[in-house]
């Protein structure tokens, strides 16, 4: 049990992770702060926090943990503001779909009072963002990739595990170099081309007129493209490298599709898409409920 906890962003992921400490019995008071104070009043009506804060090291004065749910390139502006409230028995995470630039951050931000930051990131979420959008089960179930540094204090990686754990979610740890690079090409990527495919197409004369007879393919590939364009600006470009390399490896596979349709060469198209069926199939039988 946690006497409060101080949220640092009281949107969507903050929200979810306040709602969902409050119905586990988790935590006793929740103290919030939001850049936009009409968010952080939204988010004090719908109970999601019981005190709104002024400041975001007002959020953090007397909490026992933190958790910052900012995008990710304000995260060192936010370390740096919390940094004279946190103290080494203050276990502080981050919700972060990127961990290389948010360790550096924390390192620069919280300086000798890293060691009371956990890195985190749920793998969770929905495409409307905001805090009207908070749900207590968002991360019930899903999994929640921890990748603690060598400063992290051990003490407290073992209560981030606890506490995602007691919310219901598979914990799992990466190097957060390792983390970068898995998921430039599970996550990145297809958010990217989500958003190409639909500026693809809406771009074209008749694109309107395409887009009306498009049906649960359609839907189900670019429902990410709906996703929050800061957020998801500030996460291609913190993780621009290794998506880069995604990208490149991904415009290697179609200019084999490509090239096989040319030469209308149906023996190699059809060998690449059972490749493709095959390893979904394994996939979703090892990995999906």
């Not at 190097?175 to 690079?181: F, I, K, N, S």
């Given at each position: 049990?946690?006497?409060?906890?101080?949220?640092?962003?009281?949107?969507?992921?903050?929200?979810?992770?306040?709602?969902?400490?409050?119905?586990?019995?988790?935590?006793?008071?929740?103290?919030?702060?939001?850049?936009?104070?009409?968010?952080?009043?939204?988010?004090?009506?719908?109970?999601?926090?019981?005190?709104?804060?002024?400041?975001?090291?007002?959020?953090?004065?007397?909490?026992?943990?933190?958790?910052?749910?900012?995008?990710?390139?304000?995260?060192?502006?936010?370390?740096?503001?919390?940094?004279?409230?946190?103290?080494?028995?203050?276990?502080?995470?981050?919700?972060?779909?990127?961990?290389?630039?948010?360790?550096?951050?924390?390192?620069?931000?919280?300086?000798?009072?890293?060691?009371?930051?956990?890195?985190?990131?749920?793998?969770?979420?929905?495409?409307?963002?905001?805090?009207?959008?908070?749900?207590?089960?968002?991360?019930?179930?899903?999994?929640?990739?921890?990748?603690?540094?060598?400063?992290?204090?051990?003490?407290?990686?073992?209560?981030?595990?606890?506490?995602?754990?007691?919310?219901?979610?598979?914990?799992?740890?990466?190097?957060?170099?390792?983390?970068?690079?898995?998921?430039?090409?599970?996550?990145?990527?297809?958010?990217?081309?989500?958003?190409?495919?639909?500026?693809?197409?809406?771009?074209?004369?008749?694109?309107?007129?395409?887009?009306?007879?498009?049906?649960?393919?359609?839907?189900?590939?670019?429902?990410?493209?709906?996703?929050?364009?800061?957020?998801?600006?500030?996460?291609?470009?913190?993780?621009?490298?290794?998506?880069?390399?995604?990208?490149?490896?991904?415009?290697?596979?179609?200019?084999?599709?490509?090239?096989a349709m040319r030469s209308a060469d149906l023996q190699t198209l059809e060998a690449l898409i059972t490749q493709a069926s095959a390893t979904r199939t394994n996939w979703r039988m090892t990995q999906l409920p």
């Amino acid at each position: 049990m946690f006497e409060q906890l101080g949220l640092i962003g009281c949107g969507l992921m903050g929200g979810s992770f306040a709602l969902a400490l409050k119905k586990a019995g988790l935590v006793k008071r929740v103290v919030g702060y939001s850049k936009s104070p009409s968010t952080t009043e939204r988010a004090r009506q719908k109970g999601v926090i019981d005190v709104e804060a002024p400041s975001a090291l007002l959020a953090v004065s007397g909490a026992d943990i933190v958790l910052v749910a900012v995008p990710v390139a304000a995260s060192e502006a936010t370390f740096k503001a919390i940094k004279h409230m946190v103290t080494p028995q203050m276990l502080i995470m981050d919700v972060g779909s990127t961990k290389c630039d948010v360790v550096e951050a924390a390192r620069r931000g919280l300086r000798d009072q890293i060691g009371s930051f956990v890195p985190a990131h749920p793998i969770a979420g929905k495409e409307l963002a905001g805090v009207d959008n908070a749900d207590a089960d968002l991360y019930s179930g899903k999994q929640v990739i921890l990748t603690p540094t060598a400063q992290t204090l051990p003490s407290h990686a073992k209560r981030a595990f606890d506490v995602w754990s007691a919310l219901g979610c598979k914990v799992v740890h990466m190097a957060p170099e390792a983390h970068d690079a898995a998921f430039a090409a599970v996550s990145h990527l297809p958010h990217m081309l989500a958003f190409t495919l639909m500026n693809s197409v809406a771009g074209q004369p008749k694109g309107q007129e395409f887009m009306e007879l498009a049906g649960p393919g359609f839907r189900d590939f670019t429902r990410i493209a709906a996703s929050d364009p800061k957020v998801w600006r500030d996460i291609l470009l913190a993780n621009r490298a290794d998506l880069l390399i995604q990208s490149q490896a991904f415009r290697d596979q179609l200019e084999l599709f490509e090239a096989a349709m040319r030469s209308a060469d149906l023996q190699t198209l059809e060998a690449l898409i059972t490749q493709a069926s095959a390893t979904r199939t394994n996939w979703r039988m090892t990995q999906l409920p």
